[in-house]
């Protein structure tokens, strides 16, 4: 069934050598391999905003020497540029330095900005740090959003949606087999209709490999096929890549 899904990954550490994320190259083409034989069609390659100030021009290289290599690959995966951007309150104005600058990249050069908060975050940290993102002209995807389990105090989520923000959750988050905790705040999130996006947030092949495949079955499973269809490739083809209505 899923191999005749597709997804858009959005989140995942596949640029070679630059944070926690792949050691080799051959690593990310074997990485990039089994999520192609998942059913993802595209993927954001979203290294730590850490990775953009300490090793920025690696970064770079690295990213354009795995197109290159991507492109000799049997299989059609185009990747595009992004960057988890970490948030903290007392950090914001050198965020909001860094993306106005583009040493942080944007979502495909977008407006749209991959954020991360601390998992303990408070609601009010969130929307306000939110709220200075999106006075800078960005729109905040909240990274991971299942992780946050404080934001569904006080009603957190809805806030930041209000505010215009959009949520990401990881597709392994919804497998039966996970986290019960955070699996249970990601299938909330969904079935509350407040998620946009999945990630696979895959880091190596020996520590959270790209895993989609149960997350995408569940999804299928419980939303309508347009829901469904929109979270797992619908939106980022349209709000990051720019493709159709």
Not at 85 to 97: A, N
Not at 109 to 127: C, D, M, Q
Request: net charge negative.
């Amino acid at each position: 069934m899923v191999n005749e899904l597709r997804m858009t990954d959005i989140h995942m550490h596949i640029i070679p050598g630059v944070d926690d994320g792949s050691f080799t190259m051959d690593m990310s083409k074997s990485m990039l391999f089994l999520s192609y034989v998942q059913g993802v069609r595209a993927v954001f390659a979203t290294p730590h905003s850490s990775a953009f100030l300490m090793y920025r021009d690696r970064v770079w290289e690295n990213y354009r020497i795995l197109k290159e290599e991507t492109k000799m690959a049997p299989f059609p995966l185009p990747i595009y540029l992004g960057c988890e951007v970490k948030c903290e309150s007392g950090g914001m104005e050198e965020t909001l330095d860094g993306l106005a600058s583009g040493l942080l990249p944007s979502m495909n050069g977008t407006r749209y900005v991959l954020t991360e908060f601390g998992t303990r975050v408070r609601p009010e940290e969130a929307v306000e740090m939110a709220s200075l993102l999106r006075a800078g002209g960005w729109i905040p995807i909240i990274a991971h959003a299942e992780r946050y389990l404080g934001l569904e105090d006080l009603d957190g989520d809805r806030k930041l949606l209000d505010l215009g923000c959009r949520l990401q959750i990881n597709a392994y988050s919804l497998e039966e087999d996970g986290s019960r905790e955070i699996s249970a705040r990601a299938r909330r999130l969904v079935l509350a209709g407040f998620v946009s996006y999945l990630g696979s947030d895959a880091h190596r092949m020996n520590h959270r490999p790209p895993s989609v495949e149960k997350g995408l079955r569940w999804l299928y499973a419980h939303c309508t096929r347009e829901e469904a269809d929109a979270i797992a490739f619908g939106n980022g083809e349209r709000e990051l890549l720019g493709r159709g209505k």
